[in-house]
């Protein structure tokens, strides 16, 4: 008889076990505090209706079922995912390394630098070899006895006192309204180039000038200081070697007795030149002359007083 009583107590042990791990034990809440639902029956006992978990949405995804050996019922797992509307189709993700985020691998060693990244120097901005190296039209030049070098490209001039005033070689900087004789690189280098009035005013550097009638008049006569470069005339050069062509400062007006161009009579802007033969050629003469502002002349600069 005790032993049938005794045999009736680990009975009742055993069921009172199972009865403590039975299903009706609620799950334990997911590691990522994501709620977890269990059967309807369990959620009406437990939960005001109200406040029972919604359906997913479509912002939110749902977990796929999990089973159980046990027997236990299925659960459903809700977790919610935040989208944000860019109006791209698609964007790259960040980059993280050491603890920076950035847009492509390598940007940490710059990315929380105040200056941002070093742009190493072949990285600079070039431009096409059509584009002409515009000089610095307000460097002044810098002038070492009777030589002066023209700061805005580098060029060196002799230079000549006469009657008091300084002058330079024929100039042979390089400006719109400019070009060498024929094109040849050559006569720029023997002659200066062949300017426009508007280029011309911009051929002297700073604290020099167009010269005046008066300057023109004190160094007419000394053949062996003019260059005789030829001009431009409607895109063609001529006179090279024989003539010399000279802007005056273009305030100078037409005075009696000087040559008017044809090219005036034609309603063409016009300034005073300062035209030079060399010798040998035709009169030997050198004469001012009115003509059109378009053509090509050289240009002499006198410094400033």
């Known amino acids: 008889m005790k032993h049938f009583i005794s045999l009736l107590g680990i009975v009742g042990v055993i069921s009172a076990f199972y009865a403590c791990s039975s299903d009706d034990a609620p799950d334990p809440i997911s590691p990522d505090n994501t709620a977890v639902t269990t059967s309807s029956s369990q959620a009406t006992s437990s939960q005001d209706p109200s406040s029972a978990e919604k359906a997913p949405t479509s912002s939110e995804k749902v977990a796929p079922k999990s089973s159980s050996s046990k027997g236990k019922k299925d659960t459903v797992v809700m977790a919610t995912q935040v989208t944000i509307d860019t109006g791209a189709t698609e964007f790259d993700l960040p980059y993280s390394s050491d603890g920076v985020f950035c847009w492509e691998e390598g940007c940490e060693k710059w990315a929380s630098s105040a200056s941002g990244p070093d742009i190493p120097p072949d990285d600079s901005i070039s431009l096409s070899s059509d584009v002409p190296n515009k000089p610095n039209l307000d460097a002044p030049p810098v002038i070492e006895g009777l030589v002066m070098t023209d700061m805005r490209d580098s060029q060196k001039y002799n230079l000549r006192e006469i009657n008091g005033t300084i002058w330079t070689q024929n100039m042979n900087i ?120 378009a053509k090509g002349f050289s240009v002499r600069c006198v410094q400033a007083k």
Do not use: H
């Open 174 to 293: 390089s400006l719109t309204g400019s070009n060498c004789y024929k094109g040849d690189n050559n006569n720029c280098k023997q002659y200066g180039r062949l300017y426009t009035l508007s280029a011309a005013q911009e051929a002297c550097p700073a604290g020099w000038k167009l010269p005046s009638r008066a300057n023109f008049d004190a160094a007419r006569n000394l053949t062996d200081f003019w260059k005789y470069g030829g001009r431009g005339k409607d895109g063609n050069e001529d006179f090279m070697g024989d003539m010399g062509f000279y802007w005056l400062d273009p305030s100078e007006e037409a005075q009696e007795g000087d040559k008017i161009s044809d090219s005036c009579n034609n309603g063409s802007s016009c300034a005073m030149i300062f035209v030079v033969d060399a010798p040998g050629y035709g009169d030997e003469e050198t004469k001012f002359q009115y003509d059109s502002q």
